[in-house]
Structure formats: structure tokens, C-alpha cells
């Protein structure tokens, strides 16, 4: 071997040990890309899962907006028929008798049957008088009489 062999041999053996290293890194790299698709892939996975997830919940908000909306129009009959409440109840109110209406209107009633029964008592004492004049009734009987009055009287 000459000098010149073993440089050609150093050179040689030098691109091989640089083409080994080569390898050894391309190796690396191919793993890492293999193990980057694999991650890509699951990551795709979970994203087709969450788009699912959110159709979901978008047909579940969906439906709450029809609910809403039908809750909506219930509301609206409720708040009429409360208005239908409120102008009955005002009619009721403007229609009410009060308690103080009630005591005036007995009073009044009182008082007229009470005008009413002295009016009769009159008729009574009167006719009374006369029969007491004319010895049809005596004393005592007058008494018992006056005694049976709806007023009694003090005689």
C-alpha cells in the first residue's frame, strides 16, 4: 500500500463513517416524520370529534331556540290574559261595595224600620188609649200590652 492507497482508503472510510452518520440522522428523521404523521393523524381525530361535539351542540341550541320561542309565546298569552285580570278587576273595584257603603245603606235601613215600628206603635198606644177610655181594657191589661211592644215603654 502506498501513501497515496491509504489516503484514498482514509478518504473512503471517512464517507463511509460520514454516510453511517447520514443514515443514522435520515433514520431519525423519518422516525420523527412517521411519529409526526401519527400525532397529525390523531390530531385530525380529535378535531373531527370536537366538529362533531359541536354540531350536537348546535342542534341542542337549536332547540332551545325553538323553546325559547315557544315559551316566548306563552309568555305573551299570559301577559294578555293577565291583561284581561287586571280590566276585570277593575271593573269588580269600580263596582265594589265598600264597608263603609254597607254600614251607611243598614243605617239608613235601621232607621227606617225603626220610623216605621214607632209609627205603629203609635197606632197601638192609640188604640190602646181609646179602649182604656171605653172600659174595654183594664189597667193591667193595658200594661201587659204596652209590655209585648217592639220598643217597650215606661209607663
Given at each position: ?45 380529535d378535531i373531527e370529534e370536537v366538529k362533531e361535539d359541536l354540531a350536537g351542540v348546535k342542534e341542542d341550541l337549536a332547540g332551545v331556540k325553538e323553546d325559547l320561542a315557544g315559551v316566548k309565546e306563552d ?81
Open positions: 500500500m502506498t501513501k497515496k492507497d491509504a489516503t484514498i482508503n482514509d478518504v473512503l472510510g471517512a464517507i463511509n463513517t460520514f454516510s453511517a452518520h447520514v443514515d443514522q440522522r435520515f433514520e431519525r428523521v423519518e422516525k420523527d416524520i412517521v411519529d409526526l404523521k401519527k400525532e397529525v393523524k390523531e390530531m385530525k381525530a309568555l305573551a298569552g299570559v301577559k294578555e290574559d293577565l291583561a284581561g285580570v287586571k280590566e276585570d278587576l277593575a271593573d269588580v273595584h269600580g263596582t265594589m261595595i265598600t264597608k263603609e257603603y254597607l254600614d251607611n245603606a243598614l243605617l239608613e235601613v235601621r232607621g227606617d224600620f225603626v220610623a216605621q215600628i214607632r209609627g205603629r206603635d203609635r197606632k197601638v198606644d192609640t188604640l190602646i188609649d181609646i179602649l182604656r177610655e171605653k172600659r174595654v181594657i183594664t189597667v193591667q191589661e193595658t200594661k201587659k200590652i204596652l209590655a209585648s211592644e217592639s220598643f217597650v215603654k215606661i209607663i
